[in-house]
């Protein structure tokens, strides 16, 4: 089986999670990506349906981005450092990017989420759990810290900047190196 048809049960969990986002929102919603990456397909579906804005900390992804999401809105930041107006979106999708925040960064980031969303506004996010030290990874502009604190520990943090899960859970998939666990939250703000 070749790389591209192999299955990839975490965009497929993904996919799940994403539809539900999406039945929760209104027609023409107004969505933020952090880590928007390149433009994913799935960015795309999202696009059709809601006012999408996109953000990356990579140059090179977010002029990717652009071509196959021409109607979105695209800005390159590092999430950190990111201030955006308070209120401005009804829906907030972080995945494969809070789980490569500085542990210590982690809790005000999510307060700063959670005042970008309207009142009821949801956040989608996904955090691949590591287990030991952090280590680096290769992005562009910082390191990348792949180990998030524990499901418990996220879970907490995301109740103290203020929102309620509607759904949290921690997903294993088996790949071909292992194991892979991540962590599922959708929550209200």
Not at 16 to 44: I, K, T, V, Y
Not at 54 to 75: C, H, I, K, W
Not at 91 to 119: K, M, Q, T
Request: hydrophobic share 45%; glycine share 8%.
């Amino acid at each position: 089986m070749s790389v591209a048809e192999r299955r990839d049960p975490a965009r497929e969990a993904f996919a799940e999670w994403q539809a539900e986002l999406a039945h929760a929102l209104r027609p023409g919603a107004r969505l933020l990506e952090l880590g928007c990456g390149d433009g994913s397909p799935e960015l795309q579906r999202l696009a059709s349906r809601f006012q999408v804005s996109g953000v990356d900390v990579d140059p090179g992804r977010v002029e990717r981005a652009r071509e196959p999401v021409p109607e979105a809105e695209f800005v390159c930041a590092d999430v950190v450092d990111l201030e955006l107006p308070e209120q401005s979106f009804d829906a907030v999708v972080a995945r494969s990017v809070l789980d490569r925040i500085p542990n210590e960064e982690l809790a005000p980031l999510l307060a700063r989420i959670h005042g970008w969303l309207a009142p009821g506004g949801l956040l989608l996010a996904a955090l691949g759990q590591t287990e030991g030290e952090d280590w680096d990874g290769d992005c562009p502009d910082r390191p990348a810290l792949y180990a998030s604190p524990s499901p418990e520990k996220v879970s907490r943090l995301v109740r103290e900047a203020g929102f309620a899960a509607v759904r949290d859970e921690l997903v294993t998939f088996e790949e071909p190196e292992g194991p892979v666990a991540f962590q599922w939250v959708l929550a209200q703000a």
